[in-house]
């Protein structure tokens, strides 16, 4: 037998949700053909059978939450026919009948849902963190897992059971609506969020209750990246074959800014802060299903149109969902640009563990004071939301002062300075 199990996802995605399974047990299988899709907080990504057989088992049902390295089901190696497969495992004849026997893995006896795993057996990744945030221990809740372990939803619902208690600890249980006036009721539609759409909810939430968060503003006069573009938009296409757009010069501007700031480029690791002398910048896309960030790695060796390339093909497969999830992880800052949407302000959520992302926005002419004269410019609200555990408050004000300064003066970008 031959294990399927859940792929490494990247160093911060630790689990996954099934979202359909592909193949049903008893059939026959390729090697390298889907097998079971699973959804991450980002992507979703199909995994491949690891070789060509027959699939015996499936231990992750739909809608499940497991983590990396756990085991999906089980693959019956060899191409030898699925009808003797299907006699070992017990899977029904499709012409005599509907129900599955039980197997002879089934006939032994399955921890009860109140089991516990062995003691050599750590809890998932997601359980540990569950944990460690709301201060309940794991220990409190029933494992309805495979062998009697504790599943994410387990350590939610002990969560939950604990808050309602009358001492209260960890996260609040969730609040449920007051119902509706029936003549409104029957006005309203109610749709069930999508595993996705849940995962993205509760990591925002995770970074807001993780980070000490705190946002700064500045603005910044685009007269002179405006006019650079326009003078050399027509040369440039034509020499790179991609459009000049702004987002090339804010990536190298805060490039040059983290250079000189490092907290806003590091993370919290425990009790250790990782200081990354390298610069993976994720730039926020937008699409039907929720907001995706590639990243752009190594934008500090990029010139300013291997950066715009790169963005452009992101944003291109991003629209159509043909992003790899490694090509989403590793981001040490992230840009976010509202201002396609027409944002004037806002103040951007961490991209977890980072501790920084620029939040851009809409190009406004405004009128402002240059040189003792009022003129009308065409300004830009820029946010620097922070972890202030890591990035005091002169850091964050002295990094977006640079990314204005690099911005309103785009030799500085060219040269360097």
Known sequence: MTDIRVPTLGESVTEATIGKWFKKPGDAVAVDEPLVELETDKVTIEVPAPAAGVLSEIAAKDGETVAVGAILGQLKEGAGGAKAAATATGAPDKKTSTTQPINAAQETPKPRAQDKPEASTPPAPSVRKLSAESGVDSSAASGTGKDGRVTKGD????????????????????????????????????????????????????????????????????????????????????????????????????????????????E??????????????????????????????????????????????????????????????????TISNGGVYGSLMSTPILNAPQSGILGMHKIQERPVVVAGKVEIRPMMYLALSYDHRIVDGREAVIFLVRVKDNLEDPARIVLDL
């Open 155 to 266: 350590m939610m619902a002990a969560i939950e059971r604990a808050a309602s208690a009358p001492i209260p600890v960890g996260q609040p249980s969730a609040q449920m609506r007051a119902p509706s006036p029936a003549d409104d009721a029957s006005r309203e539609e109610r749709v069930k969020m999508t595993r996705l759409r849940q995962t993205i909810a509760r990591r925002l939430k995770d970074a807001q209750n993780t980070a000490a968060m705190l946002t700064t503003f500045n603005e910044v006069d685009m007269t002179a990246v405006m006019h650079m573009r326009n003078q050399y938009k027509d040369l440039f296409e034509k020499k790179h074959g991609v459009k000049l757009g702004f987002m090339g010069f804010f990536v190298r501007a805060c490039v040059q800014a983290l250079k000189e700031i490092p907290a806003v480029n590091a």
């Open 268 to 333: 919290i690791d425990g009790t250790d802060l990782i200081y990354k002398n390298y610069y993976h910048v994720g730039v926020a896309v937008g699409t039907e299903k929720g907001l995706v960030v590639p990243v752009v790695r190594d934008c500090d060796h990029k010139s300013l149109a291997d950066i715009e390339k790169t963005i452009t093909e992101y944003g291109k497969r991003a629209r159509d969902g043909q992003l790899k999830i490694e090509e989403m992880q590793g981001g040490t800052f």
